[in-house]
């Protein structure tokens, strides 16, 4: 029991540190799961969509870099309505 209570707080220490990064994860923290797309911070300056090979590497248009040192999980799609709105071009 103690072992899942400290798991739980390691968790729970972990979303509030990501919290304070606005969603961006440093890599020496954690990695993503394997095969899953991300967003990249590369040199400290670029953003680039990336993801990790099962064999630990970088792949993608930041592939190759070494100096990967943040990531975070995709946003969510944006809600699209079944029905799009049509702007007025009437006066009111």
Known sequence: MKDAEDENMVRLQQAFDEMEC???ILTQDRMPEDDQLV????????????YRTPHGEWAGRGSGKH????????????FVPSEPAVAS????
């Not at 100096?67 to 944006?78: A, G, S, Y």
Request: charged share 25%; glycine share 6%.
């Open 67 to 78: 100096d990967i040192t943040h990531w975070r999980p995709l946003p969510k799609v944006p």
């Open 22 to 24: 606005d969603g961006w």
């Open 39 to 50: 967003v990249v911070w590369v040199n400290g300056c670029s953003m680039t969509l990336d």
């Open 89 to 92: 071009t009437e006066p009111e």
